[in-house]
């Protein structure tokens, strides 16, 4: 329902809805951020994406040609290592300070 609404106000704002709005390349982002953030947690749809919009600028400007490797590789990194995505880093560090506290 809410992703109803949501098309129908992006309808009604552009005036112009295209086919690369159901494209293959904004659905693998969505799904990027949202790993990134990490799979399954409130905050991680605000996080991931927060993060992948700073990567993608950073990296853009450094190399503009290969940015796309920069966050694959980001993206291979935090499911090799980081199960729970950026907010599993934060959740282990924050039991690791309570712990030695």
Do not use: C, H
């Amino acid at each position: 329902m809410l992703a109803g609404i949501a098309g129908a106000l992006l309808s009604q704002t552009n005036q112009f809805v295209g086919l690369n709005v159901l494209g293959f390349e904004p659905s693998g982002e969505l799904l990027v951020m949202l790993i990134l953030g990490g799979v399954g947690r409130l905050y991680g749809a605000f996080v991931g994406p927060l993060v992948y919009l700073i990567a993608q600028d950073v990296l853009a400007k450094q190399f503009p040609s290969y940015w796309y490797f920069g966050i694959g590789l980001m993206l291979v990194l935090v499911v090799l290592f980081a199960r729970g995505g950026l907010l599993g880093i934060a959740d282990a560090l924050v039991g690791r300070v309570r712990r030695a506290a």
